[in-house]
């Protein structure tokens, strides 16, 4: 686990300097960036009594691995050496939170966000139990997501050009099928996603193709 998770600090750093080369002294918050992204875990989650919703944990995965890249920041900016960040983070994983509801759970690892003004992993852990994704799957899914930043970075996605929807499908879902088709234990995982995607891309755009979103 803890050489996946270098793994995944290394990339993390990579992508932070990819959009601000300078962005251990811009001084983000990073904290207000993880708490809002527990509200939308929430509502992929429900919690409306009013009206009936079914809880989407293909989208409460996908935003926990949102919250990663940004604790993983926060911890980097804390502690400059990565080994350091990465036992805190496994030693704070390993005695996950023990709330059994899946709405106070979130609702609690907001609130010591907020306080704190920095996540706490054993919250993080809490809801990874939960919602029983394991530490493979989150690694799967966050290399997945980074390649995916860095792809979109690379084919115009800050002057808008870059192209969201392939073959009447988003990035998101090419995604998908190529995690579903490598081997994330493999040395070469991360290039092979990218060739993937590079592979499956257009060489030209298409009409209202362009997106902006996350």
Known sequence: ????????????????????SNWRQANNEWYRAI????????????WKWWKHQQPDLDQVRLELVDILHFAMSDYLLQDGDNDEVAARILDEMACPGKI????????????????????????????????????????????????????RQDHGYRDGSYIKVWQDREDNEHLAELLASLDSDSV?????????????????PSPNSTGSDL
């Open 100 to 151: 059994d509801d899946m709405r106070q759970a979130i609702e609690s690892m907001a609130q010591s966000t907020i306080a704190d003004q920095s996540m706490h992993f054993s919250g993080f852990a809490n809801i990874m139990r939960l919602i029983e994704m394991d530490f493979d799957q989150l690694y799967r899914m966050y290399v997945g997501k980074n390649v995916l930043n860095f792809f």
């Open 188 to 204: 070469e995982f991360k290039d092979q996603l990218y060739q993937g995607l590079h592979a499956r891309y257009p060489v030209t």
């Open 35 to 46: 708490w809002t992204e527990c509200a939308e875990m929430l509502d992929h989650y429900g």
């Open 1 to 20: 686990m803890k050489d996946k998770l270098l793994v995944m600090l290394e990339l993390q750093d990579a992508m932070n300097s990819r959009v601000n």
